[in-house]
């Protein structure tokens, strides 16, 4: 069994910045994949930023300059640092992860982006 526990969403103002945690634990022994996605209402999951275990890392256009996406594979944890956030960057934002070919999903945590 694998959990992921996301947190730190909320609700922050146009500019303001989150930062966003998925903790894995269960049966991992290594994590290849960790990455990040989002689905605002009535539009489909989208991918935001990803990592590899080789620390490679993918940013959607719309998160290069502003998103950072960071693993500490100590902590079986991926984060994802927000900044000048905008108002469409609201969303429900869900972790993923890989290990051992296998693919899993956070609940999902909500961030709120005020104008």
């Known amino acids: 069994q694998v959990q992921l526990v996301e947190s730190g969403g909320g609700l922050v103002q146009a500019g303001g910045s989150l930062r966003l945690s998925c903790a894995a634990s269960g049966s991992i022994f290594s994590i290849n994949y960790m990455g990040w996605y989002r689905q605002a209402p009535g539009k489909q999951r989208e991918l935001v930023a990803s990592t590899t275990s080789g620390e490679n890392t993918n940013y959607a256009d719309s998160a290069k300059g502003r998103f950072t996406i960071s693993r500490d594979n100590a902590k079986k944890t991926v984060y994802l640092q927000m900044n000048s956030l905008k108002p469409e960057d609201t969303a429900v934002y869900y972790c993923?992860?890989?290990?051992?070919?296998?693919?899993?999903w956070g609940q999902g945590t909500q961030v709120t982006v005020s104008s």
């Open positions: 993923r992860i890989s290990t051992y070919g296998n693919f899993y």
